[in-house]
C-alpha cells in the first residue's frame, strides 16, 4: 500500500511537471493513442498497480487486505467476473472482532425496543421453521467503496472498488418476522445488534448498530439470511445470521445478527450519528468540514459498474477484438444501459446488458472492442439505471468521510 502511494506520488508530479502524456506514455512502454483527449489531473491507471496476498480464514489469498485489526480485504475487479462472486472471495469489512465461537443451536435472534408490541425471542430452528424461505441474488456494497480516490484523502479504509460483491442469500423475510412480533403504528425504524466485540474489549460498547427505515425493511427483498451461495454464511461474513437489505450501503446489513430494535425515531445506534455513514445534506466544496447537524444518513446506494474482464494491463493483437465482460448494479429498479470509451469519454459505444435474476441482483454487460492502431488505451464504462441516472466520469460530491464514489470504471490495455 505504502510502496504504491509513495510511486503515484512520484509519478503524480512528474506528470504535473511535464504536463505531457508522453512522459506517462514512455512509463507505460508505449504511446497513448487518444493522448489529448485524457481529462487534465486524472493519471492513467496503466501505472498503479498492487494486490498484497496473505491468509484470511476461509477466504481467498488473492483478496487484497487493507487490514487485518479489524479484518478488511477487497475483491480485485478481474475477480468480480462472476454472477454470484464465490464466498471465498466475497470482500469483509469488520468494524469490531468477530464472536470466537458459534454455537448455531444455541444461537438466537430477539426483537424488541418502544414498538414492538412484545418483545419476542427465535432460535435459528424456529425462523427456519415458522417462515417461508426465500433465497435472492443480491449485491452488497460498502459506503466507503472506492473511498481511496477521495481528494482531499478521507480518512477510513482505503478501499479502491472491490468492497462490493453479488451472492445468493437465503433466509426469511424480515417482514414476515416483524408481522409475526407484532409492530406498532409508531414504528419509524429498525437498528441491529451483532455478537461481534469492540476493538477495546469493553463488553458495553457496540462496534457497530445500525439500521433502515420501516419502509425498508418491510420491502420483500430485505432478508434476515443463514445461507450464502447455497452454503453457511463465512464466519467473517457473519455466520450464523445476518441481515441484508440491497440498494442501501453494506453497513445496514448487520452481521452475527442477535437483536433487532423497532425504534419510535431514527435508531441512534452505534455509527448512524456524527459523521459515520452520513454525508452533507447539501453539497460542500472539497475539504468543507461539515457540522454534525449538517450530515444526513446515507440511504440509497448510486448506480455503478465494474469492468471484470480483462484484468487491467491486458495485452491484445491488433488484429483481435478485445471481449470486455463487467457487472453493473443500482438501487433502483434495474441498470437501462451500460457504454463503453476507448477515447477517454469522447465517444461512447453501448455494451450488451443481461437480466437479472431479481432486483438488487447485479447485471452482466458485454462488449467486443476493436482498436484503431497500436498503443495505450484505457476502456471506460458507464451504466445508467433506470431512473436515467447516470454514472458519472470523475469522483462525485466530495464528502469528508469518502462516501458514494460511483465513478466509472476504467481498466488499462495495451494493442500490440
Ligand atoms: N455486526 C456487524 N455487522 C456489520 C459490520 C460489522 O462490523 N459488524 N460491518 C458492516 C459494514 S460497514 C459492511 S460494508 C458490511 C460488510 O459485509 P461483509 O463483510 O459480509 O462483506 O457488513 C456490515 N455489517
Ligand atoms: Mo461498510
Redesign the pocket.
Known amino acids: 500500500m505504502e510502496k504504491n502511494k509513495n510511486k503515484n506520488i512520484v509519478i503524480r508530479r512528474d506528470f504535473l511537471k511535464s504536463s505531457i502524456m508522453t512522459s506517462i506514455g514512455l512509463l507505460i512502454g508505449t504511446n497513448i493513442v487518444f493522448a489529448s483527449n485524457f481529462p487534465k489531473g486524472l493519471l492513467p491507471i496503466g501505472v498503479l498497480d498492487g494486490t498484497l496476498p496473505s491468509g484470511l480464514i476461509g477466504k481467498s489469498d488473492k483478496l487484497t487486505i487493507l487490514n487485518d485489526r479489524p479484518v478488511n480485504a477487497e475483491t480485485p475487479a478481474h475477480l468480480l467476473n462472476d454472477d454470484l462472486t464465490p464466498n471465498n472471495l466475497?470482500?469483509?469489512?469488520?468494524?469490531?472482532l468477530p464472536p470466537n465461537k458459534v454455537d448455531v443451536n444455541k444461537w438466537s435472534l430477539t426483537f424488541e425496543g418502544e414498538s414492538v408490541k412484545n418483545k419476542k425471542t427465535f432460535s435459528i430452528e424456529d425462523l427456519k421453521s415458522k417462515f417461508k424461505h426465500y433465497t435472492y441474488n443480491i449485491t452488497?456494497e460498502?459506503g466507503g467503496n472506492g473511498r481511496s480516490e477521495f481528494n482531499p484523502t478521507a480518512k477510513g479504509n482505503q478501499w479502491s472498488t472491490g468492497?462490493v460483491g453479488c451472492a445468493s442469500w437465503t433466509g426469511v423475510r424480515l417482514a414476515d418476522v416483524l408481522n409475526d412480533v407484532g409492530i406498532k403504528s409508531d414504528a419509524v425504524y429498525i437498528g441491529y445488534y451483532?455478537e461481534?466485540t469492540h476493538l477495546s474489549g469493553d463488553p458495553k460498547k457496540e462496534?457497530?448498530s445500525r439500521g433502515v427505515p420501516i419502509s425498508k425493511a418491510m420491502e420483500e427483498e430485505s432478508l434476515i439470511v443463514w445461507g450464502m451461495n447455497g452454503e453457511d454464511i463465512p464466519m467473517?461474513?457473519?455466520f450464523p445470521l445476518r441481515l441484508i437489505f440491497g440498494g442501501y450501503p453494506?453497513?445496514c446489513?448487520?452481521?452475527?445478527l442477535s437483536k433487532i430494535v423497532v425504534r419510535n425515531k431514527v435508531h441512534d445506534g452505534q455509527k448512524m450519528k456524527g459523521q459515520a455513514y452520513r454525508i452533507p445534506c447539501k453539497s460542500v466544496a472539497p475539504g468543507t468540514k461539515v457540522k454534525d447537524e449538517d450530515m444526513c444518513i446515507i440511504e440509497r446506494m448510486p448506480v455503478k459498474s465494474l469492468i471484470t474482464y480483462p484484468k487491467t494491463g491486458a495485452t491484445i493483437s491488433l488484429n483481435d477484438k478485445l471481449p470486455i465482460k463487467g457487472q453493473a448494479w443500482t438501487s433502483s429498479d434495474h441498470i437501462e444501459s451500460v457504454d463503453y470509451s476507448i477515447d477517454f469519454g469522447v465517444t461512447w459505444y453501448p455494451c450488451k446488458v443481461e437480466l437479472s435474476k431479481n432486483k438488487f441482483a447485479w447485471q452482466r454487460f458485454s462488449a467486443s472492442i476493436a482498436f484503431p492502431e497500436m498503443g495505450y488505451y484505457e476502456v471506460w464504462a458507464r451504466a445508467t439505471d433506470s431512473e436515467g441516472k447516470i454514472q458519472p466520469m470523475i469522483l462525485p460530491g466530495w464528502n469528508p468521510k469518502g462516501y458514494l464514489n460511483n465513478a466509472c470504471h476504467r481498466i488499462a490495455i495495451k494493442v500490440q
Open positions: 466475497f470482500f469483509v469489512r469488520n468494524n469490531g452488497l460498502c468492497a451483532g461481534d462496534p457497530i467473517l461474513n457473519g453494506a453497513s446489513s448487520g452481521k452475527w
